[in-house]
């Protein structure tokens, strides 16, 4: 019989190692695109109030006139 202990434990390490990473990735990344700022809940408003929407660009008039 073998024995797995000594992998399964490095594995378990290194997915925990991978998972905090990501996340800490996640949270330096959505810090600079500034959603942890006092602007960062504004889309919200913009969305649920009926803010106008945006015009188009050139492309997506292309894209709507060739359907």
Same mark, same amino acid.
């Given at each position: ?6 992998? =399964? ?7 925990? @190692? !991978?998972? !905090?990473? !990501? $996340? #800490?990735?996640?949270?330096?990344? =959505? @810090? ?6 006092? %602007?960062? %809940?504004? #889309? /919200?408003? &913009?969305?649920?109030?009926? @803010?106008?929407? @945006?015009? /188009?660009? &050139? &492309? %997506?008039?292309?894209?709507? $006139?060739?359907?």
């Amino acid at each position: 019989m073998n024995d797995y202990t000594w992998p =399964s434990i490095f594995f378990s390490y290194f997915f925990f @190692a !991978l998972c !905090l990473v !990501l $996340a #800490i990735f996640f949270c330096v990344r =959505s @810090a600079k695109d500034g959603y942890w700022s006092k %602007e960062g %809940e504004d #889309i /919200r408003f &913009q969305v649920f109030e009926g @803010a106008p929407p @945006a015009p /188009r660009t &050139q &492309q %997506e008039e292309l894209d709507h $006139a060739t359907r």
